[in-house]
């Protein structure tokens, strides 16, 4: 690397990100921002969490590290790792000792996902003292003033494999989030998907229904990106229950009863 070069600069929100607030996250963001605060965001997926933290990234000003966990995820995969080159070995940092290091916000998307041995490397950056062991490296890295640790997770997939334990939940703030009001949600829609509001309207209506269906067993109902997709198909002149079997129906359930009542709410509404 250059000396002088931005070791960060890849990971720069220089366009605003498109964000349609429905309650005060905003503010309660930029609250916690204050001190640094780890955040939880928590809510069902596609519901724009992760929309949510680019647009904060951009307010502040600070890069935006993005990992999307796994349970295939080590330790050294969040922390770094010694490689060999062909002068010998090089350390590099992975993506939290990356945005630790320079400070910037470290996004550790569907963190229950990952496991609890790799999740516990998060734990003393959450101290008061912001701290990161690099043991491999033998670092005790200082968290920069900027680094702000947030994780999202959605609690509708918990079983008890895959919980949050209370010694990692505890130290963050939480923010709720849910799908957003019929208003908002067709707002987005037309936004992301360039059609009309009717129209959105009409497969915001949709996703709703779709989403009482989870007292039948439907794991979870449509989300509004899967609403953003199938707009951007009608958009192209596909037809609507064309797109809405490829992004809703057929990905939401593989359940033969499921999907033949998903079918018939599409029907009743294109
Ligand atoms: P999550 O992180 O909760 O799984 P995303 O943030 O990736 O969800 O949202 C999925 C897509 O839905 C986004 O790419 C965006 O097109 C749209 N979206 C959802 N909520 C919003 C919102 N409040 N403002 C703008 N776009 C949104």
Redesign the pocket.
């Known amino acids: 690397m250059n000396a002088g070069a931005d070791p960060l600069a890849a990971y720069r929100v220089d366009a605003a990100?498109?964000?349609?607030?429905?309650a005060r996250e905003v503010e309660l963001y930029e609250r916690a921002w204050v001190h640094r605060l780890p955040l939880l965001?928590k809510?069902?997926?596609?519901?724009?969490?992760?929309?949510?933290?680019?647009?904060m990234a951009w307010k502040l000003g600070r890069p935006l590290v993005t990992v999307a966990c796994n349970e295939d995820m080590t330790a050294a995969d969040l922390v770094g790792r010694w490689l060999l080159d062909a002068q010998g070995t090089v350390w590099q940092d992975g993506p939290l000792t990356l945005a630790a290091r320079h400070g910037a916000i470290c996004y550790l998307?569907e963190v229950v996902e990952a496991r609890q041995d790799t999740t516990v490397v998060i734990h003393p950056l959450t101290d008061a003292r912001r701290l990161l062991p690099l043991d491999r490296k033998g670092e005790l890295l200082r968290a920069h003033a900027d680094f702000q640790l947030v994780v999202?997770y959605?609690p509708g997939y918990q079983s008890q494999a895959k919980d949050l334990k209370p010694s990692t939940r505890q130290r963050f703030a939480a923010l709720a989030?849910d799908y957003?009001p019929p208003e908002?949600?067709t707002d987005?829609?037309a936004?992301?998907?360039g059609v009309t509001m009717e129209l959105a309207a009409r497969l915001v209506g949709l996703a709703r229904r779709t989403r009482a269906l989870r007292e039948h067993g439907l794991e979870e109902g449509a989300?509004?990106?899967m609403?953003?997709y199938a707009g951007r198909l009608i958009r192209d002149g596909m037809d609507p229950r064309d797109s809405c079997a490829m992004t809703l129906t057929q990905a939401l359930t593989d359940d033969p009863d499921l999907s033949a009542a998903l079918r018939e709410l599409v029907h009743a509404t294109f």
């Open positions: 990100p498109w964000y349609r607030s429905s965001l809510g069902p997926t596609g519901c724009g969490k992760t929309r949510f933290v680019e647009h998307d999202s959605n989030f957003p908002v949600e987005i829609v936004h992301e998907a989300s509004t990106r609403l953003v």
